[in-house]
């Protein structure tokens, strides 16, 4: 049982922006650990998308940006291109748990 | 070339013991902290275990604890995952995963994965 939840999935149109949020607590994300941001497309290992909750690493598109804000993060990804379809997952560290957590995990899907 | 590539996988009956390994290369292996994550059929990622980059400390999630061991050679640069007493709910893909100190620890390499699949 995941202590950071997503929403199940996401939808939109090609160029459109969609958002997936992360929401934790405050032995998580509300206490300050750093929230990452992975993509997993079908069939294939995940790759890191965001770190320390907005930094991109290169070769990732400006499409995708990362936030936090209080107990919750969100990934955003704008002009939605087929290619996004793909399973998101965000993580963080849990210090009641003491143990690293991932997110529930959305699937983006593009009309 | 950056890479991890797994291996061990296989079908294994509860109660048994199987162990993966997990060979890096490009980059050197003894700096860097590592992690198995797992995924089973159809579900999200489980975060499993984690070892410091000299081996010194090691940590487990409650559903592993007690019956799997981390360990790694950094003078052969693999990571390896012994798992003892193995139940149905283990069968899944594991993944190791290289952590990244100085990008705020995330997992920034990661393998291709290694299906474990636990039954009678």
């Known amino acids: 049982q995941s202590v950071l939840t997503q929403p199940p999935s996401v939808s939109g149109a090609p160029g459109q922006r969609v958002t997936i949020s992360c929401t934790g607590s405050?032995?998580?994300?509300?206490?300050?650990?750093?929230v990452h941001w992975y993509q997993q497309l079908p069939g294939t290992a995940p790759r890191f998308l965001i770190y320390?909750?907005?930094n991109r690493p290169s070769g990732v598109p400006d499409r995708f940006s990362g936030s936090k804000s209080g107990t919750s993060a969100s990934l955003a990804i704008t002009g939605l291109q087929a290619e996004d379809e793909a399973d998101y997952y965000c993580?963080?560290?849990?210090?009641?748990?003491?143990?690293?957590?991932f997110g529930t995990g959305t699937k983006v899907s593009v009309l | 070339q950056v890479q991890l590539a797994e291996s061990g996988g296989g079908v294994v009956q509860p109660g048994k013991s199987l162990t993966l390994s997990c060979v890096a290369s490009?980059?050197?292996?003894?700096?860097?902290?590592m992690h198995w994550v797992r995924q089973a059929p159809g579900k999200g990622l489980e975060w499993v275990a984690v070892?410091?980059?000299?081996?010194?400390?090691?940590y487990y999630s409650d559903s592993v604890k007690g019956r799997f061991t981390i360990s790694r050679d950094n003078s052969k640069n693999t990571l390896y995952l012994q798992m003892n007493s193995l139940r149905a709910e283990d069968t899944a893909v594991y993944y190791c995963?290289?952590?990244?100190?100085?990008?705020?620890?995330?997992?920034?390499?990661w393998g291709q994965g290694t299906m474990v699949t636990v039954s009678s």
């Open positions: 490009g980059f050197t292996f003894g700096d860097y902290a």
């Open positions: 993580q963080s560290y849990d210090s009641s748990l003491s143990r690293y957590v």
């Open positions: 995963a290289r952590d990244d100190h100085a990008k705020n620890d995330v997992f920034d390499i």
């Open positions: 405050s032995s998580n994300i509300g206490a300050g650990y750093d």
């Open positions: 070892i410091w980059h000299d081996g010194s400390k090691k």
């Open positions: 320390g909750n907005r």
